[in-house]
């Protein structure tokens, strides 16, 4: 990897990326309670968090960390420590230790990724959250919060939203680069569900869920190369979240005594209206920072080729 020297990037965005470092830790800590609360709306609500939730959700920061240290590596070595202390001392002192799990993911996996080559990094970057989120959000999948009278929130699909955009993130290293990191994604889930003794069907489901709608985004997603980035986001994402939450709810849930076709409704419309939008946010999001890149061909090499 080689990132450009320290003195190339405005005053204010390495104050930025220093300041990102400095919070993460203890945002990652706090964001861990949230997880916490969010599966207590589920079917068996956890009194503490398994070690490996907590892993999955540092996971999702790694990146984060990774794309700071890489526009100016030298300039992070101060924050990064701090926070990492920062963090300690709020886990010893608020929360049981083994919540470090979390932070310490976050930032062991944004260092790991900064010590690669840039192409592998910015590449298997946003692959891990992808991969991470997937995980979440089958961790979450039968925890569900009543709003209002009608609407009801699989607390999953806040984690699933995430997915769409960072899978649009690796279109850009080519199709097959996708395809393996859906493939991988699933397995992981498969074998995630199986070590926590979840029920077959739940696993089967999921797998089939995601290698189909991912698949569909896919390919509408490369169909529409000559179209801007966000007109590509919308169409493949407006494809794929209907087709995921449709095919996950109805199959994983058909036949359960309090799955009526009024609660499927409810849930479907919610999940949709969620994933959509929570993508939609995260693409515009995005948009500034790759309108500050050099345009890159359509199908470029691929680190996997």
């Known amino acids: 990897m080689s990132p450009g020297p320290t003195s190339s990037l405005p005053p204010s965005r390495t104050r930025s990326d220093g300041l990102r470092l400095l919070l993460l830790p203890a945002l990652v800590l706090a964001g861990g309670t949230g997880l916490l609360w969010m599966a207590g709306f589920g079917q068996e609500p956890p009194e503490r968090l398994p070690l490996a939730a907590l892993a999955f959700f540092g996971a999702l920061f790694g990146d984060a960390v990774h794309d700071a240290l890489r526009r100016s590596r030298s300039a992070m070595t101060f924050p990064l420590g701090a926070g990492a202390v920062l963090a300690v001392v709020a886990a010893i002192a608020v929360l049981p230790v083994r919540d470090l799990t979390a932070p310490g993911t976050?930032?062991?996996?944004?260092?790991?990724?900064?010590?690669l080559p840039?192409?592998?990094?910015?590449m298997l970057g946003p692959m891990t959250v992808y991969t991470a989120a997937t995980l979440l959000a089958n961790y979450t999948f039968d925890a569900f919060l009543p709003v209002g009278d009608w609407f009801l929130v699989n607390m999953g699909t806040f984690f699933f939203g995430i997915t769409f955009t960072q899978r649009d993130r690796v279109h850009r290293?080519?199709?097959r680069a996708v395809y393996v990191m859906i493939v991988a994604a699933a397995a992981m889930n498969v074998v995630a569900a199986l070590s926590i003794d979840t029920p077959l069907r739940y696993v089967a489901v999921s797998f089939f869920a995601i290698v189909l709608a991912e698949s569909a985004d896919t390919e509408v997603y490369h169909r529409l190369l000559k179209r801007t980035w966000l007109v590509r986001v919308a169409s493949s994402n407006g494809v794929s979240a209907p087709i995921d939450t449709i095919v996950f709810t109805v199959l994983a849930f058909y036949g359960a005594p309090w799955a009526t076709a009024q609660w499927m409704l409810q849930v479907i419309v919610t999940d949709v209206f969620v994933?959509?939008?929570?993508?939609?946010v995260t693409a515009?999001?995005?948009?500034?920072?790759?309108?500050?890149r050099v345009p890159e061909p359509m199908e470029p090499a691929s680190p996997l080729r």
Do not use: M, Q, V
Request: glycine share 12%; no cysteine.
């Open 118 to 122: 840039r192409r592998w990094g910015e």
């Open 284 to 292: 515009l999001l995005l948009l500034r920072s790759r309108a500050a």
């Open 275 to 280: 994933k959509y939008g929570s993508s939609i």
């Open 173 to 175: 290293f080519g199709r």
């Open 106 to 115: 976050a930032l062991l996996l944004g260092l790991a990724l900064a010590a």
